[in-house]
C-alpha cells in the first residue's frame, strides 16, 4: 500500500504511468453496516472518478458489492454501481466490481448481468478455485462482458472450489482460453489477467498466439508493490500491464488474506518498515 489516503494512491499511479503501467484504485474496507455509509463509500468513488478525470490517468476503479452496502439493501448496491458506471463512463473509463468470498458470488454475478445491460463500461471478477466459474462465464460471455480472471482469495470448502494448486491453475488457463476463443469467434469481451503468476500470464499469451491473437489481446493485473519488476519487464515486453492500488484505514482483513495466501508476506512488510 503507497498510504492510506487516495492522495498518495493517485501519486502512486502517476509514477507508474512513466513505466507504461496503467492503474487501478481500490479503497480497502468491506461489509459496512448501515445504508449511510454505503452512500459514502459511493461518494468518496464518484469523488475519485473525477479526480482522476482531472488529472488524466489511466486509471480505473474498483469496488467491493459489499462496501457498497450488500448486506443491506443490494438494489441499493445496484444503484450505487449505476452512479458509478455513469459518472465513469464521461470520462471512458472502467468500474470494476470484486468478488467476494462464496455466499455473495451467485447475487454479484446477477447483479453484474443488470449492471451491465445498461453499462457497458462495467467489469466483473470472476475466481478460478470456484467450480462453478466456467458455467458463470458462459452466462455472461453473450454480453460481450469485461471479465477480471483471478485465483481467488477466500478460503472455500472443497464441495465448491478446487484446493490444489494444480487444479485452481488448470481452470485458470482454461477459463483464460475459452474468453480468449470467445475475443476470436468476435465476442467483445475484455480480459484481465489477475495474478502474479507470470507463468500462467505466459501459458495464455502462447495461447493467444496459437489462436492469431497478440498479446494485447488481454490485459495482466498485479498488486501494487508485488513483482513490480516483472510488471516493468512485461510493460517493456509490450503487454498490457494494470497495478492495482489499495489504500485506506481498514487494511487488516486486507493484509490478513494477503498473509494467508503467502506467509512470506510478513516479511515482506517487515522489511517495508526498516529504513
Ligand atoms: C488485480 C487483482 C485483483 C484481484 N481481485 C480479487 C477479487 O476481486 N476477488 C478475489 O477473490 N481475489 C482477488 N484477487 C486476489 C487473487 O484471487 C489471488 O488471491 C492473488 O492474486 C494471489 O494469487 P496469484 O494469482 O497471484 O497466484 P499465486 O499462485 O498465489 O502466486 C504466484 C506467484 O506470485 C508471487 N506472489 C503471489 N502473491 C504474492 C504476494 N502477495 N507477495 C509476494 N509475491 C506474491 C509468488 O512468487 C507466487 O509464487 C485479486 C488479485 C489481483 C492481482
Given at each position: 500500500?503507497?498510504?492510506?489516503?487516495?492522495?498518495?494512491?493517485?501519486?502512486?499511479?502517476?509514477?507508474?504511468?512513466?513505466?507504461?503501467?496503467?492503474?487501478?484504485?481500490?479503497?480497502?474496507?468491506?461489509?459496512?453496516?448501515?445504508?449511510?455509509?454505503?452512500?459514502?463509500?459511493?461518494?468518496?468513488?464518484?469523488?475519485?472518478?473525477?479526480?482522476?478525470?482531472?488529472?488524466?490517468?489511466?486509471?480505473?476503479?474498483?469496488?467491493?458489492?459489499?462496501?457498497?452496502?450488500?448486506?443491506?439493501?443490494?438494489?441499493?448496491?445496484?444503484?450505487?454501481?449505476?452512479?458509478?458506471?455513469?459518472?465513469?463512463?464521461?470520462?471512458?473509463?472502467?468500474?470494476?466490481?470484486?468478488?467476494?468470498?462464496?455466499?455473495?458470488?451467485?447475487?454479484?454475478?446477477?447483479?453484474?448481468?443488470?449492471?451491465?445491460?445498461?453499462?457497458?463500461?462495467?467489469?466483473?471478477c470472476?475466481?478460478?478455485?470456484?467450480?462453478?466459474?466456467?458455467?458463470?462465464?458462459?452466462?455472461?460471455?453473450?454480453?460481450?462482458?469485461?471479465i477480471r480472471?483471478?485465483?481467488?482469495?477466500?478460503?472455500?470448502?472443497?464441495?465448491?472450489?478446487?484446493?490444489?494448486?494444480?487444479?485452481?491453475?488448470?481452470?485458470?488457463?482454461?477459463?483464460?482460453?475459452?474468453?480468449?476463443?470467445?475475443?476470436?469467434?468476435?465476442?467483445?469481451?475484455?480480459?484481465g489477467?489477475g495474478?502474479?503468476?507470470?507463468?500462467?500470464?505466459?501459458?495464455?499469451?502462447?495461447?493467444?498466439?496459437?489462436?492469431?491473437?497478440?498479446?494485447?489481446?488481454?490485459?495482466?493485473?498485479?498488486?501494487?508493490?508485488?513483482?513490480?519488476?516483472?510488471?516493468?519487464?512485461?510493460?517493456?515486453?509490450?503487454?498490457?500491464?494494470?497495478?492495482?492500488?489499495?489504500?485506506?484505514?481498514?487494511?487488516?482483513?486486507?493484509?490478513?488474506?494477503?498473509?494467508?495466501?503467502?506467509?512470506?508476506?510478513?516479511?515482506?512488510?517487515?522489511?517495508?518498515?526498516?529504513?
Amino acid at each position: 500500500m503507497p498510504g492510506e489516503d487516495a492522495g498518495a494512491a493517485l501519486d502512486a499511479a502517476k509514477t507508474f504511468e512513466a513505466d507504461g503501467i496503467a492503474s487501478m484504485f481500490t479503497r480497502l474496507g468491506e461489509n459496512v453496516t448501515n445504508a449511510d455509509e454505503a452512500k459514502a463509500v459511493a461518494d468518496h468513488y464518484l469523488g475519485l472518478l473525477d479526480t482522476i478525470a482531472e488529472r488524466g490517468l489511466d486509471a480505473e476503479i474498483s469496488v467491493k458489492p459489499t462496501q457498497l452496502g450488500y448486506d443491506v439493501d443490494p438494489a441499493e448496491t445496484l444503484a450505487h454501481l449505476q452512479r458509478l458506471a455513469e459518472r465513469a463512463a464521461a470520462s471512458g473509463k472502467t468500474v470494476w466490481v470484486d468478488m467476494e468470498g462464496s455466499p455473495y458470488v451467485e447475487g454479484t454475478v446477477a447483479m453484474y448481468e443488470r449492471l451491465r445491460a445498461g453499462h457497458p463500461n462495467t467489469g466483473l471478477c470472476l475466481q478460478a478455485y470456484l467450480r462453478r466459474t466456467a458455467g458463470d462465464l458462459q452466462r455472461l460471455l453473450p454480453l460481450d462482458p469485461s471479465i477480471r480472471l483471478v485465483k481467488g482469495a477466500y478460503a472455500e470448502p472443497a464441495e465448491i472450489a478446487y484446493q490444489s494448486r494444480h487444479d485452481v491453475d488448470a481452470n485458470y488457463v482454461a477459463l483464460a482460453v475459452s474468453m480468449l476463443e470467445a475475443a476470436r469467434a468476435g465476442r467483445s469481451v475484455a480480459i484481465g489477467l489477475g495474478t502474479h503468476d507470470v507463468r500462467l500470464v505466459e501459458q495464455v499469451a502462447e495461447h493467444a498466439g496459437a489462436l492469431g491473437l497478440d498479446k494485447r489481446a488481454f490485459e495482466v493485473e498485479m498488486l501494487y508493490g508485488i513483482r513490480m519488476g516483472e510488471q516493468r519487464r512485461l510493460a517493456r515486453e509490450g503487454f498490457r500491464v494494470r497495478d492495482l492500488i489499495a489504500y485506506g484505514e481498514a487494511w487488516y482483513p486486507w493484509y490478513m488474506r494477503r498473509l494467508a495466501e503467502r506467509p512470506a508476506n510478513v516479511l515482506f512488510a517487515l522489511r517495508q518498515l526498516l529504513p
